[in-house]
């Protein structure tokens, strides 16, 4: 079994500092660095809406198509919802259920995207009416990815990566489609099993939108900085996918494009976080300070959302209003917003 932890970046400006963590208990050979390549579940989604934007602009795709233009075999709520609902988790695509027992100890199934297709075309009914509220979604970024592959032609880790990933220099940024060899140093997530035993997780499940996406925190920290000094847009990307979205009537809401756009102490704050079994990630940029915090672990005991925002805490504590709301009390007053 390999070392399970966390590895925590702090990046202002032009400096990162790094600390790591070890689970307590935590068995396992190795260590953990900046260049340790993690799952980070959700934290994909960024990236999934940058695609979206990138083929907005280039004229493939327009917001306000039906999402059963793209993809195709879905029931009749694929004509109701519309692209932009879910980039804002606006569609009312009904999550998967998850009763039932838990993880089996062999892991997370070899799924991928075809077949989370296919369940979901078996979905008869929407949660709501589409642009009436919000209610996170990650099947509706699975439909995100499915609409980039088919708008432009190419794969959505394909596009990612001519798009975002190599021009910033990324190299160790990957969206990962099928049961490929990872890289030696992409580290292993360790889950509590259905029987209770915490175990390796095999690292075969390969859908990508909802999540998919390995990095390091050496290469999120490259991210971040390009919202301050935008290398592939000269500033437009950063601008929209911080643009919150709205409901059909105008209501505005805290997401915007793959990224929760809200206050901490009363300063600015743009962040996600992700879980899957084996694994959490935090990544939280207050945009006035030019401060982001990074928190990834390969263990799902450990609190990263909490670590982060001690950290930012204790890092900014002359900046911020010690008396104002945290971040977790600021969703203006949406549903299931704990991103």
Known sequence: MTLSGSVTALARGDTIDVGFERAPNAGGDGSLGTDSIFYVGSIAKQFVAACVAFLERDGAIDLEDPISRYVPGLPGWGDRVSIRHLVHHTG????????GPGVPVDGVPAWGNA???DELRRVAELDFEPGSRYGY???GYLLLA???AAASGETLPGLARERIFEPLGMTDTFFRADESRLPDRAVRGHFEAEDGGVYEEPARFHAVGAGGLWTTVADLATWSANFDDD???GGWLPERLTTRGTLDDGTPIHYAWGLSVRTHRGLPIV???GNFPGWESKMVRFPTE????????NREDLDVSASAFLLAEETLADRLDHGAPHADETFDGTRGAGR
């Open 146 to 148: 499915e609409i980039v």
């Open 271 to 273: 962040s996600h976080g």
């Open 115 to 117: 077949d989370l297709l």
């Open 92 to 99: 009312g695509v009904r999550e998967r259920q998850r009763s």
């Open 231 to 233: 290398r592939l847009t």
């Open 290 to 297: 030019r401060t982001t915090v990074i928190v990834l672990a």
């Open 137 to 139: 979604s990650n099947r």
